[in-house]
């Protein structure tokens, strides 16, 4: 499996629909990867918390402008597109969701995830948006995809129960993020630990730029099962990560240290 990361930049000078625009022509530049990873609400920002509720928008394609710009650019460039999140406008009054999209390469709408963790502590997206209730994984033809987001890598037992779903348990747990800077060993340590507590590919996607003042870690990465990190962002520019993924390196570890069987809890 061949997945890129892009790891978008941010700018507040950049209008949103400029954003959509310049984002979907850089997926459609990604013809012959498998699977094409966008950050966490690169349309508005993570930290942008006053443009939250102006900015969302409906998960569909046929009534959200990111959807639809999303969709097309994954059917034009024949790709799997887990096209990173949007503020979703929940059809509650008033309620909004951090929503992830996945498109096929048909520009089909295969899965949505609701951000389960809300970041905050009583501030911003955590007192802003409702916050989800499931996790999600999409069948990708390669390797069943789990899907989280940003502060979601803190709370490992998200990642067991994506592990964990039936029918198939997710291979590769794709995590788009909008991570700060100042904590960016964090971010490298969880995605990493994440990785090899559940013997998984996790591709990590942050954004580039700053959010709302906010700076961005950036270093986006591309993990495997053992923890080793096959490609990575040097920093926090506009950059694509692209890596090719063994997919047999799952079972391969698994097998030969098969700590998920000595499970107790």
């Given at each position: ?259 998920l069987k000595d499970r107790v809890l």
């Amino acid at each position: 499996m061949r997945a890129s990361l892009l790891q978008i930049q941010v700018d507040p000078d950049e209008s949103v629909n400029s954003r959509r625009e310049r984002v979907a022509s850089l997926v459609r530049a990604q013809k012959g990867a498998d699977l094409v990873v966008l950050p966490e609400l690169w349309p508005v920002g993570a930290f942008a918390f006053d443009r939250f509720a102006a900015e969302a928008e409906d998960a569909d394609p046929a009534a959200g402008p990111t959807a639809l710009a999303m969709s097309a650019a994954a059917r034009d460039a024949g790709v799997w597109l887990h096209a990173g999140s949007i503020v979703e406008k929940g059809h509650e009054a008033g309620a909004l969701y951090n929503t992830s999209l996945v498109f096929s390469p048909a520009g089909e709408l295969t899965g949505t995830y609701r951000k389960i963790h809300r970041f905050g502590f009583d501030r911003g997206e955590a007192t802003l948006m409702t916050a989800g209730t499931q996790p999600v994984t999409v069948p990708h033809p390669q390797a069943t995809l789990g899907l989280a987001t940003c502060y979601d890598l803190r709370f490992p037992e998200l990642f067991r129960a994506l592990v964990d779903a039936e029918p198939e348990g997710a291979r590769v747990i794709v995590v788009p993020a909008g991570w700060p800077a100042k904590r960016a060993e964090h971010w490298s340590l969880f995605a990493r630990a994440r990785a090899v507590e559940n013997q998984t590919f996790v591709l990590a996607c942050g954004t580039a730029g700053s959010h709302a003042g906010v700076a961005q870690a950036g270093r986006s990465a591309v993990i495997d099962p053992w923890g080793e990190v096959l490609a990575a962002a040097d920093g926090a520019e506009e950059t694509v990560v692209t890596a090719d993924l063994d997919l047999s390196q799952i079972d391969k570890v698994r097998e030969s240290f098969p700590v998920l069987k000595d499970r107790v809890l």
